[in-house]
């Protein structure tokens, strides 16, 4: 079987794009390499054009993981159609404007501190409402939220049965 050959012109402008931001780095004044650790830069500096900056314009989910359960998490058993998956689901949620998750379809159910879902709540505020979103027809995703962190606590491969 013949093997597929690269489209070169493609190849060519990857080239092209990593040696244009290659060239930004050559273009830094002379002494910035051995300035003294903890002095502060100048803009033109710090700042590269090439990169786009991320803008937080106060509308949408910001992902944290800080009270990830790594106990009761099962992301290393997701295969990479499930992957992409979550990070569909991911992208969701960071586009969504909080005022509109009622009818967004993220929170699927709420989920008490009983049964095989007590592990969620090792590390968490008695407070927390913790709240459970589908993964495609895998799996599910424990979070809560306060004000627009969106904050993840487990992803899990199956269902969880309550009764144990």
Avoid: W
């Amino acid at each position: 079987m013949a093997k597929k050959l690269k489209d070169p012109n493609k190849h060519k402008a990857r080239k092209e794009k990593a040696r244009a931001f290659n060239s930004q780095f050559s273009k830094l004044p002379s002494g910035v390499a051995d300035m003294p650790q903890g002095t502060i830069l100048s803009d033109e500096v710090a700042t590269n054009p090439l990169i786009e900056e991320l803008v937080d314009d106060g509308k949408h989910y910001i992902l944290v993981f800080d009270k990830y359960e790594s106990k009761e998490c099962e992301l290393s058993k997701l295969s990479t159609p499930q992957a992409k998956s979550l990070i569909k689901k991911f992208q969701q949620i960071t586009k969504c404007n909080p005022k509109l998750l009622p009818q967004s379809g993220i929170v699927r159910d709420n989920i008490n501190n009983s049964g095989s879902y007590k592990g969620l709540f090792r590390n968490l505020n008695p407070d927390i409402e913790l709240k459970e979103t589908s993964l495609a027809d895998y799996g599910r995703m424990f979070f809560y939220i306060v004000n627009r962190y969106f904050c993840v606590v487990a992803i899990q491969s199956a269902h969880k049965n309550i009764n144990n």
